[in-house]
Every structure is written in C-alpha cells, then in structure tokens.
C-alpha cells in the first residue's frame, strides 16, 4: 500500500532551482514524526539530505546547506524540499520517508528523479 507520494524533480541547470513534494496518506499521519529526503546518485551511498520533526526542527547535510529548504505543512500532510543554486553533484534520485514515532519503522516513497547538466 502506498502511503508516501512524491512529485516534482526533473532537470535544471547549474544554479537553477527545483522542488520535490512527499504527500503523506491520512492512514499514516497521526502516527509519524520526523519525516525527509535521502537522494542515492549512481554507484553512490544514499545520503541522508534534510529532515524534519512534528516541531518543526530542521537538520540538514552539510553538502545542501544554505541551498536547500525543507518545509512542513501539517494541515496538507506534505513536506517539501525547494533546492536553489543546484550544483552537478545534486543530480540523484530523491526518496521522501515517514518515520513512525512508536517503533521507528520508516515509510518511503517511489522515488524522484533530479538531474543537473548544463
């Protein structure tokens, strides 16, 4: 059952901008906290990119500091990431997860795509 939808990404430029959005099912959301983004590129680990709790607090890579923003809208159950100045070494597939508050099992979404070439 899905239960984390993901849209946006595509490709931009280098210094362009893009956003990705996770919809969250109403089947989940009383029960996760902290949700985010990790991004996996081709031969690579994933990376953990940004995350962000129920209050409202932030942490984010080193690498996207200052670049990216992550934000949190309860009342739409959606988590957006807007990416500015994007660089080359962005370009990756970024996954949305949910982490459940009781257990911490982690819901994931399909996947979107972002590339940046010029």
């Known amino acids: 059952q899905v239960h984390l939808v993901e849209s946006g990404g595509g490709s931009a430029q280098p210094g362009g901008s893009l956003s990705v959005s996770c919809l969250a099912s109403?089947?989940?959301?009383?029960?996760?906290?902290?949700m985010g983004w990790y991004r996996r590129a081709p031969g690579d680990r994933r990376e953990l990119v940004a995350v962000?709790?129920?209050?409202?607090?932030?942490v984010y890579a080193d690498s996207v500091k200052g670049r990216f923003t992550i934000e949190r809208d309860v009342a739409a159950n959606t988590i957006y990431l807007r990416m500015d100045n994007l660089k080359p070494e962005d370009t990756a597939t970024y996954y949305c997860?949910?982490?459940?508050?009781?257990?911490?099992?982690?819901?994931w979404g399909q996947g979107t795509q972002v590339t940046v070439s010029s």
């Open positions: 997860f949910a982490e459940r508050t009781q257990d911490k099992y982690r819901y």
């Open positions: 109403k089947m989940i959301v009383s029960s996760i906290n902290t």
């Open positions: 962000v709790d129920s209050g409202g607090s932030m």
